[in-house]
Antibody
Framework: QVQLQESGPGLVKPSQTLSLTCTVS??????????WSWIRQPAGKGLEWIGR???????NYNPSLKSRVTISVDTSKNQFSLKLSSVTAADTAVYYC???????????????WGQGTTVTVSS | QSVLTQPPSASGTPGQRVTISCSGS????????VYWYQQLPGTAPKLLIY???QRPSGVPDRFSGSKSGTSASLAISGLRSEDEADYYC????????????FGGGTQLTVL
């Protein structure tokens, strides 16, 4: 059973870069046909999709964040990562990583989620 | 302002049937599949419905999804207290180079 676990600093200063890692256990990040995604949720608000990386390494980003976001994968560590630059208080949220199956271009939904990690942007 | 529109709240009594709507446009719901997620308080979202009306293994058949045109809905029959949660619809949006979009969420209260 695949499990995901987010990790990273809980506090980031304004203008700095937020860096989070999602560790995949119970399966290989490089096997199968999956998108590995990042989603965030400000306190008391809804979900916002940040972006995703495919098993092959190709990426898609939310256009509203694209200029500040980088998602990468480290197959040797079975991890994928999120970097969000030039953060402000508006980036304060719970950050989730998730897995989505894709078969012949058809998405099957984000069926595995991490528990989420809270990141606060404050000086 | 979310790309997909959901009512902020819904309610029902135990045993009742409740529906939650999700409205979009031709670039998202109108041309792509709809997904539904359930988020219990303090937990990560859980996939409830995929490809408009398919249930993952383990999701009770009390939950059903449908789609028509640029709108979709989630129905919960035989409402139970443990169904009290936030529900989000989602879809891929083909505009702006493509992105996943969510509804603003519907808080379901079981009275």
């Amino acid at each position: 059973q695949v499990q995901l676990q987010e990790s990273g600093p809980g506090l980031v200063k304004p203008s700095q870069t937020l860096s989070l890692t999602c560790t995949v256990s119970g399966g290989s990040i490089s096997s199968g046909s999956y998108y590995w995604s990042w989603i965030r949720q400000p306190a008391g608000k809804g979900l916002e999709w940040i972006g995703r990386i495919y098993t092959s390494g190709s990426t898609n980003y939310n256009p509203s964040l694209k200029s500040r976001v980088t998602i990468s994968v480290d197959t040797s560590k079975n991890q994928f990562s999120l970097k969000l630059s030039s953060v402000t208080a508006a980036d304060t949220a719970v950050y989730y990583c998730a897995r989505e199956s894709v078969v012949r271009g058809v998405l099957y939904g984000m069926d595995v989620w991490g528990q989420g990690t809270t990141v606060t942007v404050s000086s | 302002q979310s790309v997909l529109t959901q009512p902020p709240s819904a309610s029902g009594t135990p045993g009742q049937r409740v529906t939650i709507s999700c409205s979009g446009s031709s670039s998202n719901i109108g041309s792509n599949y709809v997904y539904w997620y359930q988020q219990l308080p303090g937990t990560a979202p859980k996939l409830l419905i995929y490809r408009n009306n398919q249930r993952p293994s383990g999701v009770p058949d009390r939950f059903s999804g449908s789609k028509s045109g640029t709108s979709a809905s989630l129905a919960i029959s035989g409402l139970r207290s443990e169904d009290e949660a936030d529900y989000y619809c989602a879809a891929w949006d083909d505009s702006l180079s493509g992105r996943a979009v969510f509804g603003g969420g519907t808080q379901l209260t079981v009275l």
